[in-house]
């Protein structure tokens, strides 16, 4: 609802992006100018943390689109945000490896700490919490996507510290989870004799 | 006849056979393993450099003799696919990657893409190259950022050493790749709502037919694979079709990606050939379970789960022999489930994420999966389903095979039907005495 009471006059987010504009056009031929549609909208959800209604008229015109036609198609999928998502964006991955790995354990204690449950941000806007489906990170389950970035390997220690280093607007890069084949330093030297050379931890 | 049977070379099956090598996944894990340089030094773009010194029908008949199958799921073979794009003319051709990952228990594309993008790269222009396509979409799943990133920078390096663009290393082929990143929908890994997505509208499956190679991207012929189908080229291309029909079984060749999650000691991706079991696998290279396991799902979430005994896990991973067992390989995410783990429970996991995944388009699968189904495990989860709730669900399952677009449904359906067959006493238990045989538990390690 809040979205329809935002300002008219806010200024276009494309308007002083020339360049922008037309670097994502220019992806795609000349008849196949509505498939800037996606990367429209992230560009406007990754400086915004959602797709406001404002936004959605401004593509729509880009595109010679209706409103509700854009709206359609972000609807659709499970990333575009209507609504501002915190500056930590929390998504759970809930699906069969990671459940097995305690991901119902990790939201139920992230949802405990932050306040927040499935869907919501916080009234600071700090932290928002969404689970979702399969993130492809099954050998090193749990994992928790923080915005862009895969924290795997989630454990009860490991979830505490990064809450604390969120807290404390000190997150530091997502350590790179190795599994199976891509788990030793040199997997060339290492499996000249075809041994198993997979080290990953307990899941 | 009998002696030259005799005398050919026994095919290579497993890891340990002294003549395989890791090819696929060589560079994986290497630190700066995804930069240009570090793949040139490694005879990177050698294999494209070669198939475009050839010719069109020279490459997909390499293809053939290697005998290579989609690696994305359904298996199709490679070569032939290739084969039916329709003559040349004078409209655009577009060669599709499908790297839209998502089906739960298989992550070895991510890997692929975040350490080795040349890799896919070098084989769609192989690909575009064989089927004439001056033009590749890759489509990227919006959750992998950092593989997106990574493809960015490669394709940008690429440009700039006249890789991709005008001239594609010297030769006369132009080519050059559209990278998109989707935005979170599995339905997208279906071919035709891929397309529909790249062309920024919903991803609802299309009717088939037409097939891609006739109406795809923007209706114009179009020839879609997988990412892992993309880098297996390159090595065809690179040590010749009868190299890799060496490895793997008879209606299975080659080396193949298999990912083993649940718990197990050493759970990842492992490149194995064809043909190998599933003991090989989950024992020799994934170290076992780390708690008794009662059922292992082969291939990903949506192929019917085998029993864990001592035949299933000496099953060899090829696509006929899975068949024959009632089940398919699939992407082969192998996913070990543990005997307490309430099999209803886990079931309804991967319910729900069929339900979340639904297009809405078709009524079996907007209805059955969608609403119906997870609905009925909430009901049994909750203590108050009865024995009739399982007759229902049974019959519910049983229509929503083969009746919609596109497979989702009958992907949601195949574990559930499995699970009846081998644990029907865990539902028979969960509604008898309204509790779980395995209680829940904490799962998560400190």
């Known amino acids: 609802m809040s979205a329809q009471l935002e300002l008219p006059t806010v200024a276009p987010f494309f308007a002083d992006k020339p360049d922008l504009l037309v670097e994502i056009l220019g992806r795609y031929p000349d008849y196949g100018r509505r498939s800037a549609l996606m990367p429209l909208l992230w560009e406007v959800q990754r400086a915004e943390r959602h797709v406001g209604e404002a936004r959605i008229a401004e593509i729509a015109d880009i595109l010679g689109l209706r409103a509700t036609e854009v709206k359609g198609v972000m609807s659709f999928y499970s990333t575009y945000h209507e609504h501002p998502v915190g500056a930590y964006h929390l998504q759970i991955c809930a699906t069969l490896s990671c459940s097995l790995a305690g991901a119902d354990e990790l939201y139920d204690y992230l949802s405990e700490e932050t306040g927040v449950v499935n869907g919501e941000t916080d009234r600071e806007g700090r932290f928002s919490i969404q689970k979702v489906e399969c993130l492809g990170s099954c050998g090193s389950a749990p994992v928790l996507q923080i915005n862009d970035d895969y924290y795997e390997r989630v454990t009860r220690s490991r979830c505490a510290a990064l809450l604390e280093a969120m807290r404390a607007d000190r997150l530091e890069a997502p350590w790179r989870e190795r599994s199976g084949d891509t788990d030793v330093a040199d997997p060339v030297a290492a499996r000249a004799d075809g041994s198993p050379s997979g080290t990953g931890g307990a899941p | ?446």
């Not at chain 2, 429970?345 to 639904?358: K, P, T």
């Open chain 2, 1 to 446: 006849m009998s002696d030259a049977v005799a005398d050919r070379p026994k095919p290579i099956v497993s890891r340990f056979d002294p003549r395989f090598e890791v090819t696929l996944y060589r560079h994986v894990g290497v630190a700066g393993s995804h930069t240009l340089p570090y793949y040139r030094e490694h005879g990177g773009y050698e294999a494209a450099k070669r198939a475009l010194t050839t010719s069109p029908s020279a490459v997909i008949d390499e293809v053939k003799t290697s005998g290579l199958r989609g690696r994305g799921g359904a298996g199709f073979p490679t070569g032939i696919k290739w084969s039916f794009m329709p003559p040349a003319d004078e409209r655009q051709r577009f060669i599709v990657c499908n790297a839209d990952e998502s089906e739960p228990g298989s992550f070895k594309d991510r890997y692929f893409m975040e350490d080795d993008p040349h890799q896919v790269i070098e084989g769609m222009i192989i690909a575009g190259f064989a089927i004439g396509a001056t033009r590749g979409v890759l489509y990227v799943r919006g959750e992998y950022y950092l593989a997106y990133e990574r493809l960015r920078e490669a394709i940008a390096a690429c440009h700039a050493e006249g890789i991709l663009g005008r001239g594609v290393l010297g030769s006369s082929f132009d080519f050059d790749i559209i990278l998109h990143r989707g935005a979170g929908a599995y339905i997208c890994g279906e071919e035709t709502a891929l397309m529909n997505s790249f062309e920024g509208l919903r991803a609802n499956p299309r009717l088939k037919p037409p097939f891609p190679a006739q109406a795809g991207v923007y209706g114009l012929p179009s020839t879609i694979n997988n990412v892992e189908t993309f880098a297996s080229v390159v090595h065809i291309m690179a040590k010749g079709g009868a190299w890799y029909a060496a490895m793997g079984t008879d209606d299975s060749k080659g080396t193949k990606l298999y990912q083993v999650s649940g718990p197990v000691a050493r759970p990842g991706v492992y490149e194995l050939p064809m043909g190998a079991t599933f003991r090989e696998l989950i024992f020799d290279l994934a170290g076992g379970p780390t708690m008794p396991a009662k059922a292992f799902i082969p291939g990903g979430s949506s192929t019917p789960m085998l029993p864990w005994t001592d035949e299933t896990l000496d099953l060899p991973m090829d696509y006929g022999s899975m068949a024959k067992a009632g089940t398919m390989l699939g992407t082969g995410g192998v996913i070990v489930i543990p005997e307490a783990k309430c099999m209803v429970d886990a079931i309804y996991n991967i319910v729900r994420f069929y339900a979340h995944e639904s297009c809405g388009k078709c009524t079996p699968c907007r209805e059955g999966v969608a609403t119906w189904l997870p609905k009925m495990y909430q009901k049994l989860l909750a203590g108050l389903g009865t024995r009739e709730d399982l007759v229902v669900m049974e019959d519910m399952v049983r229509n929503m095979r083969g009746t919609a677009f596109c497979p989702l449904a009958d992907a949601c359906a195949m574990p559930v039907q499995a699970s009846f067959k081998y644990f029907r006493h865990e539902y028979e238990h969960l509604v008898d005495h309204g509790e779980p045989l395995h209680a829940r538990r904490d799962w998560w390690s400190a």
